[in-house]
């Protein structure tokens, strides 16, 4: 069987890691730019959604987003109807760099997908999003605290 997860893995942290480096003068390390990207493009969304969304733990969500917020990138506001609520907006500090993640994703995707037919962009595309839904099950299942069985 071909390692699929392991070149998955292998770009996602090269893609990772350049990122952190590039985004280090605009003081976004450790992949908050992900949150910012998810804050700007859905202003007013709540912390486990953004977590859900970049599937990652709350707890890991959280420095995130409290780094963001002390950094003057996002600024979290009560909801009108529920206190307990806190909605998260980017700041015009964050709407600022936002324009340079998109940019940097942009060059990132052109760059992995050089060479590629359209056809196999889409073919690329759905095969990676049914991969997602596959382990999207297990994540659910583990993050509630189940175990898998191998």
Not at 16 to 28: G, Q, R
Not at 87 to 113: H, M, Q
Request: proline fraction near 2%; glycine fraction near 6%.
């Amino acid at each position: 069987m071909k390692e699929i997860l392991r070149e998955i893995g292998m770009i996602a942290r090269a893609l990772d890691s350049i990122s952190n480096i590039e985004f280090k003068e605009y003081e976004l390390t450790k992949g908050q730019y992900l949150y910012l990207v998810r804050i700007c493009e859905n202003p007013g969304i709540i912390q486990e959604k953004a977590a859900e969304m970049i599937k990652v733990d709350r707890t890991t969500a959280a420095r995130a987003i409290k780094k963001l917020e002390i950094n003057g990138f996002i600024e979290k506001k009560e909801d009108q109807h529920n206190k307990k609520i806190k909605k998260l907006f980017p700041t015009k500090k964050g709407e600022s760099v936002y324009p340079l993640i998109k940019r940097e994703n942009d060059y990132s995707n052109n760059v992995a997908l050089e060479g590629f037919t359209e056809g196999e962009i889409e073919t690329i595309f759905n095969m990676l999003q049914r991969v997602r839904k596959n382990i999207e099950k297990d994540w659910e299942h583990v993050k509630k605290g189940d175990k898998r069985n191998y």
